[in-house]
């Protein structure tokens, strides 16, 4: 998990910001943190907690 540091240095960076052109991320530290717990747990994509959201659909925002 991060932390709300952490989260403060990484999310400008991220889609959905104030000021970004086209479509607007939501709930970006849970989609990060999503990705995170897959690479720590070297879990297929399938396996991603329904608390993490769609499975499908994190891996196709992680492919963009």
Same mark, same amino acid.
């Given at each position: 998990? *991060?932390?709300?540091?952490? /989260?403060?240095?990484i +999310?400008p *960076?991220l889609? @959905?910001? +104030? @000021?970004?052109?086209g479509?607007r @991320?939501q709930?970006?530290? $849970?989609? =990060? %943190?999503a =990705?995170? /717990?897959l690479?720590?747990n070297?879990?297929? /994509? $399938? +396996?991603?907690?329904? %608390?993490w959201g769609? /499975?499908? !659909? !994190?891996y196709?925002?992680l492919?963009r």
């Amino acid at each position: 998990m *991060l932390t709300d540091a952490q /989260w403060a240095r990484i +999310a400008p *960076l991220l889609p @959905g910001r +104030a @000021g970004t052109k086209g479509g607007r @991320g939501q709930d970006n530290r $849970r989609f =990060v %943190e999503a =990705v995170l /717990w897959l690479m720590r747990n070297g879990c297929r /994509w $399938r +396996a991603l907690l329904v %608390e993490w959201g769609n /499975w499908h !659909t !994190t891996y196709i925002r992680l492919q963009r």
